[in-house]
């Protein structure tokens, strides 16, 4: 069975949605901790996807390389920005978060024993 809501699958829910948010399982503030996967526009009605961290204005984006750089005002984007740091298909924006979300959490046993000394 197919579960619609108001005659719309999952499927077209998700193709219509424009951001994604993954929180890495950290202690840290969670709205600086987010990685967001964003689908942006260009002219003509073509999209791709930028992998965001944090809320703030202007946030770091991932670069295809797994590295966080400043996102440039849209003035001061050229040719190469987009080439490194946008992404065509929607998997491998989610790919890259995933490994720098990996990457970036320490690991669970690290981060108990962090909680468990004193200040």
């Known amino acids: 069975m197919t579960v619609q809501i108001n005659g719309v699958s999952p ?12 929180r890495r399982p950290t202690f840290r503030d969670c709205r600086l901790d987010a990685v967001r996967i964003v689908k942006i526009f260009q002219p003509g009605g073509s999209h ?18 797994g590295t966080w750089e400043m996102e440039p005002s849209p003035s001061n984007r050229d040719d190469e920005f987009y080439e490194r740091c946008r992404f065509d298909e929607f998997e491998h924006a989610f790919a890259a978060a995933q490994r720098v979300c990996l990457a970036e959490t320490p690991p669970v046993a690290e981060a108990l024993l962090r909680l468990r000394q004193p200040a």
């Open 11 to 22: 499927e077209q829910l998700l193709d219509l949605a424009s951001e994604f948010t993954i």
């Open 48 to 65: 791709q996807w930028a992998v965001y961290k944090g809320y703030w204005t202007p946030p770091d984006v991932l670069n295809r390389d």
